[in-house]
C-alpha cells in the first residue's frame, strides 16, 4: 500500500543534542513537507521541498534543518538550537511542485520529548 | 491579519444529535479549502475539500460542508454524530497566492461525544 511513513513513533533527546526525524514517501508525490503541533496552535510549517535538492522555509525554520536528496525522503533534524522542541512532528507529501492547491497526505507523526 | 478562525476549541455533542463545527477565512479571494481530522497521537486524514463547483461538497463518513462565498465561511456538518467521531477537526485554506500557496490551517476543534 502506498503512504507515508514517520519513525519513530516517540523519540526523547536530552538537551543540547541533534536528533533527525524520519519521513519516507511511496507515493511518488513532488513536494514534502514538516510541520509542528503544539496543543491549541494548529499545524505550522517547518520546512518543505517542491524538488529534489531544493526547499524552503517554513513560517518557524529557526532551528530545524532538511535535506532532500531522494525524491522519497524528506528527514527532519531538531538541532540544539531550537529552545522548545518538545512537539509532535508530522510529515505530509502532496502531487503538485509549485502549489498547495492540492490535498496533503499525512504520515503518522512522531512526538519528540526533550528530557 | 489574514488567518484561518475555528472559533470553538471545544464542542461537546451527544451520540445521534447532529453537528456542525465552523470555519472562517479572511482572504481576499476564493481559496482552497480543506477539512482534516485526526484522532489522538495520529496523522491527519481528509475528510473533503472545496476547489471550485457546488458549494455543498460531501465526504467521507457521512460528512459534508457548505461554502458560503458571502461569509467566508466553510463549515463541517454531519446529521448523526457517532462515538467514533471523537477526534480533533481542522480547517486548513490553500491555493492563495499572496500566502505564497501555503496550506494554512486553524487551530482545530476538539469533538466529545457523550453517550
Known amino acids: 500500500d502506498g503512504g507515508i511513513t514517520q519513525s519513530p513513533k516517540y523519540l526523547f533527546r536530552k538537551e543540547g543534542q541533534n536528533v533527525t526525524l524520519s519521513c519516507e514517501q511511496n507515493?511518488?508525490?513532488?513536494?514534502m513537507y514538516w510541520y509542528r503541533q503544539d496543543p491549541g496552535q494548529g499545524l505550522r510549517l517547518i520546512y518543505y521541498?517542491?524538488?529534489?535538492?531544493?526547499?524552503q522555509k517554513g513560517d518557524i525554520a529557526e532551528g530545524y534543518s532538511v535535506s532532500r536528496e531522494k525524491k522519497e525522503s524528506f528527514p527532519l533534524t531538531v538541532t540544539s538550537a531550537q529552545k522548545n522542541p518538545t512537539a509532535f512532528y508530522l510529515c505530509?507529501?502532496?502531487?503538485?511542485?509549485?502549489?498547495?492547491?492540492?490535498?496533503?497526505?499525512f504520515g503518522p507523526g512522531t512526538r519528540l520529548t526533550v528530557l | 491579519a489574514q488567518s484561518v478562525t475555528q472559533p470553538d476549541i471545544h464542542i461537546t455533542v451527544s451520540e445521534g444529535a447532529s453537528l456542525e463545527l465552523r470555519c472562517n477565512y479572511s482572504?481576499?479571494?476564493?481559496?482552497?479549502l480543506f477539512w482534516y481530522v485526526q484522532s489522538p497521537g495520529q496523522g491527519l486524514q481528509l475528510l473533503l475539500k472545496?476547489?471550485?463547483?457546488?458549494?455543498l461538497v460531501q465526504g467521507i463518513k457521512g460528512f459534508e460542508a457548505e461554502f458560503k462565498r458571502s461569509q467566508s465561511s466553510f463549515n463541517l456538518r454531519k446529521p448523526s454524530v457517532h462515538w467514533s467521531d471523537a477526534a480533533e477537526y481542522f480547517c486548513?485554506?490553500?491555493?492563495?497566492?499572496?500566502?505564497?500557496?501555503?496550506?494554512?490551517f486553524g487551530a482545530g476543534t476538539i469533538l466529545r461525544v457523550k453517550s
Open positions: 505530509a507529501s502532496s502531487i503538485l511542485r509549485g502549489s498547495f492547491s492540492n490535498e496533503q497526505f
Open positions: 507515493l511518488n508525490h513532488d513536494a
Open positions: 521541498s517542491q524538488i529534489v535538492n531544493d526547499f
Open positions: 482572504y481576499g479571494a476564493t481559496p482552497y
Open positions: 472545496y476547489f471550485s463547483g457546488d458549494t
Open positions: 486548513a485554506v490553500g491555493g492563495l497566492m499572496e500566502y505564497g500557496n501555503k496550506l494554512v
